[in-house]
Each structure stands twice: as structure tokens, then as C-alpha cells.
């Protein structure tokens, strides 16, 4: 089987090397197992009145299994269809369902992510086995279960002003903080092409399995090593550009690349929570930057570990500095939104003292000693209070939508084969 190209890409972590032949082999070796007399259109699965054939838990492995998303593996299907019932009886019952129009719209929005007109996307899947259908079914549960999740639990979802305070740091009780994954992409004047098409391609990933052996494989900061997971960050710690596009991210999502000196970075948000500490905002960062020659060699970060080991403040760098041209050491206290991009969001993951070597000057040939000597506080709104609101609204609302799908599973008969 021959893919049309972007399919292969399309909703994938699009480092994967596989053919697209042994895709398709694995496609049918990977098929939901069932007895050879057994007519793919008998019941699979019953969920309360409904009931989930064969066939469909077929086409919904193939179509998965297509697209390269993950929770494919017949288990995960099964759990997966037995979940849309649920919700489409819900519904039902509430009386609400996609229109065409809606549904087709959302075929558009899924088919433009693979770089492919609509009747391109669909051709290919049919040309690989899926009914056009199962498309069809897969977005239209999704788009009409966001509606109903939000007609029904809207006007408890919305926080109050007093509480958008609190997210913001303000009012003097609790705040906003964000879990992200992060990938840094080192580039030269050589590599920025290949550099950013990977990242667009890193980009459309949806799972944080995905993103984070893409961290694993490409990313050149030291959370590589841990899939690029990063510790809760306070909101009002990010760069003020960042903070509007984080907050605007859904669980799992990914923000476009962003351009840094010296490499691209992308981070996913893998939560979001209030917190009842305060997160209070700063009107300056002072920092010091140490420039060591060498870059990312191994000579140079011995250098920069020994210098972990020994330097316990901002000051103590004038020491090590002493007798070398001024140029090697940058001590700077400036407003958030003055920082350089890829300065502040290593500074956001650090405390007063703590020193970062992740950085590179000179297209790759300088490695930056980057240490937080402290913050500032203030009260100001960077961040607006439409965009926390949002994101408060958002999380809860999944906070909703879990929760009542716990309920149906728990109150419903399941019977599967």
C-alpha cells in the first residue's frame, strides 16, 4: 500500500522511519482478532441498547492504525468505542447531534493538518480499507460531545473575577500553573530549513508519548533525558509572549514553533491547575550570562558542570571572570518582556541562584552560563484576564466531561465478546 504523501505525516510524530508498505502489513496483521465463521457485522460488544459490531471496531483499528495515532491496540479500541456509546446516548437523550455541515467541517480542519483537500484525505483512506464513515463517526462524536459538554456545564465552568485574581497571582491567595514538555532544536545558518520542518512536523503531534520520544530523539536540552517533561511552572514565571499561547493550548497540544537564537523550541501543555499558594508577577529579572568558548562540546560543559559545583551566586561569577575581556560576562536586570525568548524560558524553570547551561551564542560555538540572580515582584497584568479565564473554563470543563463519563460507564450494562 502506497500512501498518499502527507497521510504518512498527518497526525503522527513524524519521526517515525517506517515504509508505509510495512505500515500496511502491519495494518492487517494488527486487526482485531475474532473466529473465522464469525460475520464482521454480529455484535462485538453491547452497550446498554446499543451494540458495537465487528466491523467497526475493524475500521476504527485500520483508521487509527493509519494515521499513526496512538491507542490502537484492540484493547484500547474496544475502550474507546465503548466510551463514544456512552456519550451518544447521552446525547441522544439531550437531543443533540452534529449537523453534516459541522461534521464536514471538521473533516476540513482534520484533512488540512496532513497538508490534503478533503476529498484527497478521504480517497486515501477508502483507497486503505476505512469506510468513509468511520471519518465521519470519529469527529462528528467529538464535535457534538464538546457541545454537549459545554451547553450543560458552561455556566458552572466559568470562573468568577475573584477567582481569575487567584490564577493571576493576585488578590493574595493562589495561582496558575502550567506542566509542559519541552523539545529545543539547535540550528545554524545551515541547518535552519531542516531544523524547522522537522518542528512543523513535531508540531501536529497530539499524545505526550509521542512528543516526548521526539524529545528523546531530538531535543538538545538536558529534559531530553526525561521525554523533555518539565516540574509545574507558576504562569507568571513564562515570558509574557509565551504565557497568552500556553494558556490558549488544550491538554496535549502542542504550541507552533517558536524561533530562538541559535534553535527552534516547541512545548506541549500536559496540565494546568490552580494552585492555592500565590504566583506572583515580576516587573524585573536579574540575571548573569557567563560565555564559555567551545558550545556544546564535551570539554565545555566539564567546564560548565565544574562551574555549577562552585558558584553559589550571580556575584561570585565577577570573581571567575576577573582578568577577562568584560564581553565574557553579562549581568542585566530588565523588564520581563525585555528578556531574550530563549533567556526568559530558561530562566522561568529556575530559582534565584540556580544556573542553566542549555543556551548558545555565536551559531553554536559559545555555551551560556545562565544563572537567575532574582526577581522583582509586581502586581501588573501581563497576561490578560480573557485568556486565564479561558483556560480555567477549558480545564474544567474536561474536569465536567470526565467526571460525567465515569458516571455512564458506572450506570451501564456492558457486555463484550
Known amino acids: 500500500m502506497q500512501l498518499i504523501p502527507g497521510i504518512s505525516t498527518f497526525l503522527r510524530s513524524g519521526f517515525l522511519k ?24 454480529a455484535p462485538a460488544i453491547r452497550v446498554n441498547q446499543d451494540i458495537i459490531t465487528w466491523y467497526e471496531l475493524e475500521q476504527r483499528q485500520r483508521f487509527l492504525e ?33 449537523t453534516p455541515e459541522d461534521i464536514q467541517l471538521a473533516i476540513d480542519e482534520f484533512a488540512a493538518r496532513g497538508q490534503l483537500a478533503p476529498d484527497q484525505f478521504l480517497k486515501a483512506l477508502a483507497d486503505s480499507g476505512v469506510d468513509p464513515e468511520t471519518v465521519r463517526d470519529y469527529v462528528g462524536n467529538q464535535l457534538a460531545w464538546r457541545d454537549y459538554v459545554s451547553s450543560r456545564f458552561i455556566s458552572q465552568a466559568r470562573p468568577t473575577p475573584d477567582e481569575i485574581n487567584r490564577a493571576m497571582g493576585q488578590a493574595g491567595g493562589g495561582g496558575l500553573q502550567v506542566l509542559l514538555s519541552e523539545i529545543i532544536i539547535p540550528v545554524t545558518p545551515q541547518t535552519l530549513a531542516q531544523a524547522e520542518a522537522l518542528a512543523e512536523e513535531i508540531a501536529q503531534v497530539k499524545t505526550v508519548d509521542a512528543f516526548s520520544a521526539a524529545a528523546t530523539q531530538y531535543s538538545a536540552a538536558p529534559t531530553r533525558e526525561n521525554g523533555g517533561r518539565l516540574d509545574w511552572l507558576n504562569i507568571s514565571n513564562l515570558p509574557p509572549v509565551l504565557q497568552p499561547v500556553i494558556l490558549g493550548l488544550k491538554t496535549g497540544e502542542v504550541t507552533p514553533p517558536l524561533t530562538l537564537p541559535n534553535a527552534v523550541a516547541l512545548f506541549q501543555l500536559r496540565g494546568l491547575r490552580e494552585v492555592a ?11 548573569a550570562a557567563y560565555y564559555l568558548s567551545g558550545g556544546l562540546s564535551p570539554e565545555t560543559q566539564r567546564r560548565a558542570a565544574e562551574l555549577k559545583e562552585t558558584v553559589d551566586t550571580c556575584d561570585d561569577l565577577y570573581g571567575i571572570a576577573k582578568g577577562q575581556p568584560p564581553e565574557v560576562l553579562d549581568r542585566v536586570e530588565a523588564s520581563p518582556s525585555e528578556v531574550p525568548r530563549d533567556y526568559a524560558v530558561e530562566l522561568a524553570k529556575l530559582d534565584p541562584n540556580e544556573a542553566s547551561t542549555t543556551l548558545t551564542r555565536n551559531n553554536g560555538q559559545t555555551l551560556v552560563f545562565l544563572m537567575l540572580c532574582g526577581r522583582t515582584r509586581d502586581l501588573g497584568e501581563d497576561t490578560s484576564r480573557q485568556d486565564v479565564a479561558n483556560a480555567l473554563t477549558q480545564q474544567r470543563l474536561q474536569a465536567f466531561a470526565d467526571s460525567l463519563l465515569e458516571q455512564l460507564r458506572a450506570d451501564a450494562t456492558i457486555i463484550e465478546q
Open 66 to 98: 493509519l494515521l499513526g495515532i496512538p491507542g490502537s491496540s484492540e484493547p484500547e479500541v474496544r475502550k474507546a468505542l465503548i466510551d463514544e456509546r456512552l456519550r451518544k446516548q447521552a446525547m441522544r437523550e439531550a437531543g443533540i447531534q452534529p
Open 18 to 41: 517506517s515504509a508505509a508498505p510495512l505500515l500496511a502489513a502491519a495494518l492487517i496483521a494488527a486487526l482485531p482478532h475474532q473466529a473465522p465463521a464469525q460475520s464482521l457485522f
Open 277 to 287: 499558594t500565590g504566583a506572583p508577577r515580576y516587573s524585573k529579572i536579574d540575571y
